[in-house]
């Protein structure tokens, strides 16, 4: 079964590749991903998939399907962008493998007795798709759910935090800064204020905790005090507890910029808080073995590994779903996610391996897994999430 998954791949590397770059060259941010929505979906059709788009209310999100097996295996596919930055977080890689996972395992679904589910899910980066598409049912039934992430470094269990977004608005009064400032409020130093609390709350916070954030709107001219002020800001922790702890000491402290200003704060968010990540011991176990088959090798964690943790909103899938999220390399070196150097090896020689790669690893995983199942442990085999 895994030669005849291998072979499958093989048929559509440069398939596979090709999609790769071609999301790479144009990148579209969450919610936006409607050519490569299109594109994943026309892959998955060709290849025997039955593809329904548009699902859960989102437009970019999509299920397909091959299989009629008991076991129901998914495959996640994220394709958003960052702003700016195009493909710096390497979805593009991520989209493919998914992709590569999916038509290998398909290819012997039937055999194995599985049902081969991909999954794909628009605005990773900020929006929780995968959030939504999980509020409104699209992983009912799902016994295990996979999805590799490229990186920097091989891993299998990468640190991911809980996270919280805010979006902060001040109202004030705007006036001449010069003629008469004394008439204005200023929605700019309520931030200020903010901010310089955040910062004294940082030698109270554990090391697993982050607050980072940018200002969206602060003012017009010089000459005008400014009347509206805005900003987007990240609460992370370890798990959901630590985040909403957190989160309730930081909107304290933009209450207190609008409290010493005289201005008008209102909160809000336009994503889903993300949860912790609980990888499936069964599922990580299978994709090593698969993975180092391959030729992959999973260097020895360091305490800087555990440092450079991120958030995903496949952690949400992953208290629901037993589920994994190994990193896959690149081969950036010392450049990390979300940096410029990042992107444009996103689609060099390394990160179409990891594609291929990646995917294969996942696929063989799913068939030791349907293994285990037909030899009599049932799903009882994964964990329980």
């Not at 496949?314 to 629901?320: D, R, T």
Request: charge should be negative; aromatic fraction near 4%; proline fraction near 5%.
């Amino acid at each position: 079964m895994k030669s005849a998954a291998r072979a499958a791949v093989d048929r559509a590397t440069d398939e596979l590749v090709a999609l790769s770059h071609r999301l790479h060259a144009h990148p579209e941010l969450g919610f936006e991903e409607e050519r490569a929505c299109g594109w994943l979906g026309e892959v998955l059709t060709a290849h025997g998939f039955t593809v329904t788009a548009g699902v859960c209310e989102l437009p970019t999100a999509f299920v397909a399907e091959r299989g009629s097996g008991p076991l129901v295996i998914g495959i996640c596919a994220e394709y958003d962008a960052l702003p700016g930055l195009g493909h710096a977080c390497g979805h593009n890689v991520i989209a493919s493998a998914a992709l590569a996972a999916a038509l290998a395992l398909g290819a012997v679904a039937d055999e194995i007795g599985v049902t081969v589910r991909v999954f794909g899910t628009p605005a990773e980066e900020n929006g929780g798709g995968k959030v939504l598409m999980l509020e409104r049912g699209a992983f009912a039934g799902v016994h295990a759910a996979m999805m590799v992430h490229p990186a920097p470094r091989e891993r299998l269990d990468p640190v991911c935090l809980a996270r919280a977004q805010l979006g902060v608005r001040y109202e004030g009064r705007a006036a001449h800064a010069s003629a008469c400032p004394e008439d204005g409020l200023n929605a700019a130093d309520a931030l200020t204020v903010a901010q310089v609390a955040i910062g004294l709350l940082r030698q109270h916070m554990t090391p697993d905790q982050r607050v980072h954030g940018i200002v969206t709107t602060g003012g017009q001219v010089p000459n005008v005090i400014p009347e509206l002020t805005e900003a987007a800001f990240y609460v992370r922790a370890a798990t959901l507890d630590g985040v909403g702890a957190l989160e309730r000491r930081v909107r304290a402290c933009f209450e207190a910029g609008a409290v010493a200003t005289g201005t008008r704060l209102t909160i809000g968010s336009d994503s889903p808080t993300y949860a912790h990540f609980r990888h499936d011991p069964v599922l990580l176990r299978a994709y090593e073995r698969n993975a180092v088959a391959l030729g992959r090798v999973f260097p020895p964690v360091t305490a800087e590994d555990d440092r450079q943790a991120g958030s995903t909103d496949m952690a949400n899938v992953s208290l629901a779903v037993p589920a994994i999220q190994p990193l896959v390399s690149i081969g950036s070196g010392a450049v990390g996610l979300h940096q410029a150097g990042f992107a444009a090896v996103a689609a060099g020689a390394a990160a179409d391996r990891a594609v291929v790669e990646g995917g294969l690893a996942m696929a063989w995983a799913g068939v030791d897994v349907a293994r285990a199942v037909a030899s009599g442990g049932g799903v009882g085999v994964l964990g329980s999430p």
